[in-house]
């Protein structure tokens, strides 16, 4: 059995009172937590710092690993997306896609990281996946803009959430972005998640030209779809934002938008209220966009916000506090524990992996950092379980 204290103990939403002891035992699982008064003083183990539940990854894609250092920076969305079906078209070998994952998967755990919500188009992250101390919960992404073919994408995807549950692995079939997803298909996906108790994930205005695709004004997604040589002129703007346009199409079920850059006051109180979760990934957005979101506008809804790394096409590493460390030099908006908490619980609750892990749960091996924050900033100073 190990005694542990900090100078601070965080919980997942907020700090415990002075003086709490959370008691370990030899599995690494909580046992209990004590007041400091309960236990014989040379038996508890000191820590200068904040003691944290291991981090959760609200947003990864561990199949693009292999892209780290091969995108240009700040083409914004529609040039990235053509970057990296170039980079598909390029045959990058399934061997070259997996050593690059592991690598993902082990520099994450290094970072702190105990859980991750990760996209997948894919199966090519699974073995990595099964392999790993991390838990996964993948999100099967599903992409197809023209209506018509809405039964043929859906049937497509469904035997990876199969081969991926045949795995042991946890997963949800999720649209991949309002321009990319028909409504129709974004209907059908979220209708087999709500039946399923299964959190959808979703890219939602992470760029000025999703607006713009929306409002029928000129936008980049035009240059897109010519490249691919797929005809969209039967495409009508609904003339409103992207997110209204889907949003009636979830069933109140837990909901993850990824990114929300370009999202506005009303955007936010209209997801709200759908029992939507805001994923922020800084460092992608400053890759790809060169922008960030105004978090002034979400700072109400603290239960609500999550960060995410995204993947290594579009950042240099697979770090969490680097993210949160992003928001805190652009953003007096949140607390340290707002900020906290967006790396541990809000994650695991949006991925519904809340009774597992990104708080102190007894009997639960959840992870123990160890965190300093000084100059507004955070460090992880190690890893304790
Ligand atoms: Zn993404």
Known sequence: MRFLKGNKI????????EGSVLVVDSQNKLKEIVAITSIQ????EAFEGIVTPGFVNAHCHLELSHLKGKIQKHTGIPGFGKQIILQRMSGITKEKIHENA?????????NGIVAVGD?????????????SRIKYHTFVEILGLNPSNEKIMFDLSLPFLKLLQSLGLAGSLAPHAPYSTSLQLIERIANFD???????SIHNQETKEETKFFLGQPNGFRDLYDFL?????????????????YINSFNDQKTMLVHNTFSTKEDIEMAVNKNCFFCFCPNANLYIENKLPDYSLFKEHTNNLCLGT????????????DEANVVLKNSNSFSLETILQMITFNNASALNLENEFGSLIPG????????????NQLQLIKKII
Do not use: H
């Open 194 to 200: 709500k039946e399923n108790n299964l959190p959808l």
């Open 102 to 110: 592991i690598a993902a998967d082990e520099e994450m755990w290094k």
């Open 10 to 17: 965080f919980d997942g939403r907020q700090y415990l009172p």
């Open 310 to 321: 995204d993947s290594l096409a579009s950042n240099e590493g697979l770090d969490l506090i």
């Open 119 to 131: 996209i997948s188009n894919a199966d090519d992250s699974f073995k990595t996946k099964q392999n």
């Open 229 to 245: 040589k797929a005809d969209i002129s039967w495409f009508k703007a609904p003339v409103c934002s992207s997110l209204k346009s």
């Open 364 to 375: 639960k091996n959840t992870g123990l950092n160890l965190v300093n924050f000084s100059d």
């Open 41 to 44: 003083n040379d038996k508890v």
